[in-house]
């Protein structure tokens, strides 16, 4: 019997092609039922967590596919068009996340571990929030643990947000060969006039990065 699993076994492209274009249909068949006002997601053969569940599959097909494109290989799935937007509903900020993380210290161990699967799953659902899921993660994992159960949960993750920001930054300066400041400076620019620097300006700047 398939299973959420079993996604990642599909054992060519052809099968995963089936799995996308059928889940998208499921998808679209989801979201006309919604619009009824007697609709109630326990009508449904899944359960909202395996759905939730798949969707996180589905969205894994479409990075892979995003991923794998320009590569000299030709996909079948690369002319797929993965519809995101039967996904997209209102954004699950990362504060909503924060608050779900807040009472996560006053739980049970086993109510504990079951609610961050949850907040887990969440993220890998959300297509704005997948790029986050690993620090996330991380920060459940090794952060959570030594917080207090009356300590300040927000402050110590953005707090854990900005050092991991950071490091980010500096690695790519560093991969790049770009001069921190200079980098920060366009960055701040562009933040002001949300506007990208002129071609001329990023020639000088890259040739004052020392490239």
């Known amino acids: 019997m398939p299973t959420v699993q079993s996604v990642d076994e599909l054992p060519s492209e052809n099968e995963q092609l089936a799995f996308v274009t059928q889940f998208r249909e499921l998808l679209r068949i989801k979201n ?5 006002a007697d609709f109630d997601e326990v009508d449904l053969n899944l359960t909202a967590q395996t759905f939730e569940d798949y969707k ?3 969205l894994d097909v479409h990075d892979k596919v995003k991923q794998d494109q320009g590569k000299e290989k030709t996909s079948v799935l690369e002319d797929v068009d993965f519809e995101l937007s039967l996904i997209h509903r209102d954004e699950i900020k990362v504060a909503y996340i924060l608050n779900l993380l807040m009472t996560l210290n006053k739980l049970p161990p086993e109510e504990r571990i079951k609610r961050q699967k949850e907040i887990v799953d969440m993220v890998a659902g959300e297509v704005q929030l997948r790029s986050k899921k690993l620090l996330i993660q991380a920060f459940i ?3 959570l643990p030594k917080i207090k159960p009356n300590g300040n949960v927000i ?4 707090s854990f947000w900005a050092e991991n920001k950071q490091k980010a930054f500096n ?3 560093t991969e790049e060969q770009i001069v921190p400041e ?9 933040a002001f006039a949300n506007r990208l620097p002129r071609g001329q300006v990023k020639v000088k700047w890259t040739l004052e990065s020392g490239q």
């Open 171 to 173: 690695a790519l300066c």
């Open 182 to 190: 200079q980098l920060e400076k366009l960055l701040n620019d562009y």
């Open 141 to 143: 994992d090794e952060n």
């Open 56 to 58: 996180s599959k589905y």
């Open 155 to 158: 402050a110590e993750f953005e």
């Open 32 to 36: 006309i039922l919604t619009t009824f």
